[in-house]
């Protein structure tokens, strides 16, 4: 009797010691969950622009296929107005300047995979939105028109494009301007290209009606022998700023600084004067 009494007891201290582990091993994963939300709502510590200082070097994302905003010069160097821009924000920031040779429609994906540090290549807000809107865009340094290219002199302004075959470069802000006319009831037939070239190459061969495509690289391209005319209407204008990695506060801050500071001393008007006079 006395053992069926202690067996009794033993099952019943098994029993407890068991409901008490099972406890425990469903409070664990609390704790642990609260752990990982504390830190989450923490954040890391935001280290970009110490490290870019630390390395020395702030490495630059350019498609450098859109004079005046960045080429290729007969060095085999990136030149422009990003790449001079690039350059004085890198000598305020204390860093020498690397840039990273990209196609355009590479450029998000390369910044995502860190294989540069920001993008400056002409680039909108409204893009890098358009891409992932988690990343960080700096404040806005330069703004361009979207103009008109035609061989039809019957075309002068946005209107005239009314049931036109337009080009531009696929993704880019001269899409977007492109479409952007449907929202102001001009119906056209958007023919987009991977490049702006090749858009213009379409043109100079009659096989478009006309291109959408900024300004700048307008002026660099159009010649008197391609008759080609720019039309004066604008389509609209863009703003280009520079793309940077998202939770990199710490940089983009910096950058806005040394770009108010060229801004106040001048040499951010020198840099424009030289490429876009």
Known sequence: MKK????????????????????????QPKEEISGTETEEEAGGEDTSLADIQKKGVMTVGM?????PFETINSSGEIEGFDADLA???????GVEVEFVNTPYEGLIAGLMNDDFDIIMSGMSPEEA???????NVTENYYSVAEVILSKDDSIQSKKDLEGKTVG???????????????EEGIKVNSAPYNRHSEAFADLQNGNIDAQVVEETWAKEKVTDDDGIHICEEPINSINVA???GSGRDSFRDAFNDALGQLKDNGKYDEIVEKCFS
């Open 129 to 135: 939105d358009e891409a992932d809107k988690t990343l």
């Open 63 to 67: 498609c450098p296929e859109y004079p």
């Open 4 to 27: 069926k009494v202690a067996a009794v007891l033993l099952g019943v201290v098994m029993a407890a010691g068991l409901m008490a582990g099972c406890g425990k091993g469903e409070e």
């Open 168 to 182: 531009s470069h696929s993704g880019s802000t001269s899409e977007y301007a492109v479409n952007s006319l449907g």
């Open 242 to 244: 520079g793309v940077i």
């Open 87 to 93: 350059n004085a924000i890198g000598e305020i920031l």
